[in-house]
């Protein structure tokens, strides 16, 4: 079955710095979704990809689909107390599966 | 999301009852979810429903179980054969299967 795997699974950066957090799929995807969890909360809707290749970005965060749309990657810029969270990627295939998240932490 | 609802914030209950957790949309979304996270770990889908008065089991269904009455409430009952309930309970809605999910605010239940 369809199965979506995101690494690293926690991630400590220091402040003003930058990271990525990736996200695979065994299957080629429809989409593929981004969510952020702060500490304490829900997941909230980031954003969605659906083409080959495609970039998005929101401000520091950048989001990219591969070619052959069966992996992503979230890449954040010079890192902020506010990115602080867990980050989930969501892989449409037959149905939306989450992948474990990134738990980011973030040193002043 | 404001337009999920999710009562109440934290559940206490005894080893060996049935708990209900409340979950009511007021998005007009056909599908609803439920979601387990347990500490550090991702989300592990329990039920969903795609339409009113039908639902399907997800990846561990097992000591759970759900109605869809209604298409604003989708109720879930965790029972005592649920060897280990405590967790953190997430409902989520979407116009569609497949489609953008929006979660609740999310139960903490907790079994002693």
């Known amino acids: 079955g369809q199965q979506v795997m995101q690494i690293p699974q926690y991630q400590h950066v220091q402040e003003g710095e930058d990271f990525t957090t990736y996200c695979n799929s065994s299957?080629?995807?429809?989409?593929i979704q981004w969510y952020k969890q702060r500490p304490g909360g829900h997941p909230v809707f980031l954003i969605q990809?659906?083409?080959?290749?495609e970039v998005k970005k929101q401000k520091r965060l950048t989001f990219q689909f591969g070619e052959a749309k069966k992996n992503s990657s979230l890449h954040i810029t010079a890192t902020q107390t506010t990115d602080v969270g867990t980050y989930f990627c969501?892989?449409?295939?037959?149905?939306?599966?989450f992948g474990a998240g990134t738990t980011v932490t973030v040193r002043a | 999301d404001g337009g999920i609802t999710q009562s109440p914030k934290y559940l206490f209950r005894k080893e060996g009852q049935n708990v209900t957790l409340s979950c009511e949309q007021n998005?007009?979304?056909?599908?609803m979810y439920w979601y387990r996270q347990d500490p550090g770990q991702g989300l592990r889908l329990i039920y969903y429903?795609?339409?009113?008065?039908?639902?399907q089991k997800g990846d561990i269904a097992e000591g759970y179980s759900v109605s869809r009455e209604k298409k604003e409430s989708f109720p879930l009952t965790v029972t005592s054969a649920q060897k280990n309930p405590t967790a953190f309970y997430l409902c989520?809605?979407?116009?569609?299967?497949?489609?953008?999910?929006?979660f609740g605010p999310g139960t903490r239940l907790l079994v002693l």
């Open positions: 969501a892989g449409n295939d037959y149905k939306l599966s």
């Open positions: 990809l659906v083409k080959s290749g």
């Open positions: 989520a809605t979407s116009w569609a299967p497949k489609e953008t999910q929006y």
């Open positions: 299957t080629t995807l429809s989409n």
């Open positions: 998005l007009n979304h056909d599908a």
């Open positions: 429903s795609q339409i009113v008065n039908d639902f």
